[in-house]
């Protein structure tokens, strides 16, 4: 039995790196310091749905094959497309992704990785208007006044408050955790006496709980940092905030837009905006330009709805609009643990950090046009390559009908929707359980994964495999030229 | 005769906690199943249904239509509102509208939610061999 400690994990954009590890005969039996969905990762990385051998559809079934027989099919497959579509890539090292670009431009696809249905959008609005940010170290330490927007921590990325915001004890602004348990206590108390008086009276309907709060509630008034949360209902990181503001569905760019207003003391001629009273949000602009160093971290409530990137760009420029009056950062709560690095790495590789195409010889990037759901919905695909994701489950129902009429290749550790939907499964390790590798944490720090056990016997890295089907397509490619060459002479 | 009673709704999908889980368990798990193939409600909505916690709804859209768990939604008021954890569930039924810049509709479209006690939810299996005939 062995400890490992300082482990990162290998789940959300956090990359936790206090992870400790028991290993005990190549297998890890207890997780320390891990949130629930890393515990489920360490403990059920070698499940049952484990893929151990690559399969090949053959009479509508997926059967296993040699290693050999699958990277020679694939690769042909690729070798022979017009345009074919390399995704995913947000759950594999840095190492591999490189790999990955190098493949694409081989077979002249189109690169895209998962940002292009999670903060696809927050890229371009930061290429619209730039971005002040920082790394997660400095919000630590200095932010007084966190704000989460269309976003819940508590359950896509669990530690975040612990780790980096609320409830981490900076070297200049203390750990709310106390305070927020006492509010808690205080809540039960509340909801005893409540209890006790409906039974007193005999109403059976319960008051419901909305943000119809009275004014800016006290513990906005309190010392130490502070937490708003602006969402579209109340979510558990809601309820651990001090000011909770529930805007209506595809509204928050107003929102946001009467936030500007305000904190340039400006009025407005509405009694609410968004479906929250103009008077609470003056509580709110008070807030803003009264804390010493700000920060909003955001998620899919505003890439994905209404307005998409320009609500990114909207916030990126209240957060300039609030650089004049205080100190304000902002920040997009990325999801997969290394999508931020499947950007980084194609953008250093080819300038562009998502969609790219190499059918022309030379990387091209035109969002709309050459981002792969778009290819997908204009049935423009011959081929696929799916990597560490899962668009069998994420993409709508006619972007993966489009996508299986043509051949489909997977690599994956799981068999997850589209290893089934798959022409060709590869079985991959665990990249940070199994294989080491780089991967970039949301606020663009790059931080080593380790390699706690051995992979299962044949089951190789994504680096390796990539590189495999690299160099058979370059075989196949210089063969048929040889060929060609031969019947033009 | 009963009329049928459908309610209008906006569709949002998103992460919960417990789809994270099931996710990393294995998506062929029993703890991804339950943790996807549901749909949390606002209560006054579901009363006004006649649709009682952990039944049977069906979710329409322009886009596709498919059986969930209803499930009251425990922290706030949230009429006209429906949540469905991220997967292969939401998204038979999530538009693909993407409005030229690569990302689909996720959140924030038109639905309908009708009552349907008699109909079953379908495994990941059956709803991809239904969808895809895989």
């Known amino acids: 039995m062995s400890i490992v400690k300082s482990v990162t994990c290998p789940i959300c954009g956090c990359l936790c790196d206090d992870i400790e590890l028991t290993v005990e005969k190549n297998e890890v039996v207890k997780v320390r310091n891990g949130c629930a969905i890393c515990e489920s990762k360490f403990l059920g990385y070698k499940g049952h749905h484990r893929i151990k051998t690559p399969l090949m559809r053959k009479d509508g079934k997926l059967v296993p094959v040699s290693m050999d027989e699958a990277v020679h099919a694939a690769a042909e497959i690729l070798a022979n497309a017009n345009y074919p579509i390399l995704y995913g890539w947000s759950s594999t090292s840095s190492e591999a992704q490189r790999i990955g670009v190098e493949l694409t431009e081989e077979v002249g696809g189109i690169m895209d990785n998962t940002a292009v249905v999670c903060h696809g ?60 348990m006492q509010k808690l206590k205080a809540q039960a108390g509340q909801k005893k006496l409540e209890s006790a008086a409906r039974i007193e009276i005999g109403s059976t309907h319960p008051k419901p709980q909305t943000c119809t709060l009275p004014g800016m509630p006290q513990s906005m008034n309190k010392s130490g940092r502070k937490l708003i949360v602006v969402d579209v209902r109340k979510s558990m990181s ?252 | 005769m009963m009329v049928e009673q459908k309610l209008k709704v906006t569709l949002l999908t998103g992460r919960t906690i417990e789809q994270g889980v099931g996710k990393e368990k294995g998506k062929a798990s029993k703890e991804y199943f339950d943790a996807c193939s549901m749909c949390y409600m606002d209560a006054d909505d579901m009363k006004n249904l006649g649709v009682k916690n952990n039944t049977n709804i069906l979710v329409t859209t322009p886009d596709g239509s498919v059986v969930l768990r209803a499930v009251k939604y425990p922290r706030s008021a949230t009429p006209g509102l429906i949540y469905i954890p991220y997967g292969p569930w939401a998204n038979a039924i999530c538009s693909n509208r993407t409005t030229s810049i690569g990302m689909p509709s996720f959140k924030g479209t038109p639905a309908e939610v009708q009552p349907a006690l008699d109909q079953k939810v379908m495994t990941m299996e059956e709803l991809l061999k239904s969808e895809f005939g895989r």
């Open chain 1, 121 to 180: 959008p927050s890229i371009l609005g930061v290429q619209e208007v730039g971005i002040p940010t920082c790394t997660l170290g400095q919000i630590r330490h200095r932010a007084d006044l966190i704000i989460y927007w269309g976003c819940d921590p508590w359950s896509a990325h669990p530690r975040h408050l612990e780790r980096y915001t609320s409830f981490t004890e900076g070297r200049f602004e203390n750990s709310q955790w106390k305070s927020y």
């Open chain 1, 238 to 489: 809601a309820e651990m905030a001090d000011y909770f503001i529930q805007v209506q569905p595809n509204k928050d760019y107003e929102l946001m837009q009467a936030l500007r207003v305000l904190i340039t003391d400006g009025e407005l001629d509405v009694d609410s905006v968004a479906g929250v009273p103009v008077e609470y949000l003056k509580d709110v602009a008070n807030a803003l330009v009264n804390c010493e160093f700000g920060v909003i971290f955001f998620g899919m409530g505003l890439t994905q709805t209404a307005g998409k990137f320009r609500n990114i760009e909207i916030a990126i420029q209240l957060v300039r609009d609030l650089n004049s009056r205080t100190k304000f950062t902002i920040m997009p709560m990325r999801g997969h643990f290394n999508v931020t690095g499947a950007n980084i790495v194609s953008a250093w590789q080819s300038g562009y950090p998502y969609g790219v195409d190499f059918s022309m010889g030379y990387p091209r990037y035109n969002p709309g046009e050459t981002t792969c759901m778009d290819v997908l919905l204009r049935e423009e695909n011959d081929a696929s390559l799916v990597i560490a994701s899962d668009p069998g489950a994420n993409f709508p129902k006619k972007a993966v009908e489009n996508m299986i009429k043509h051949p489909l290749i997977v690599i994956d550790p799981h068999m997850n929707a589209t290893s089934m939907l798959g022409d060709i499964v590869f079985p991959s390790a665990f990249v940070g359980i199994e294989v080491e590798g780089t991967a970039y944490r949301m606020d663009h720090v790059p931080l080593p994964l380790k390699k706690v056990v051995e992979p299962p016997k044949g089951v190789f890295s994504d680096e390796e495999i990539l590189t495999r089907i690299l160099n058979e397509v370059r075989v196949i490619k210089a063969s048929s030229k040889k060929l060609s060459k031969k019947v033009d002479a």
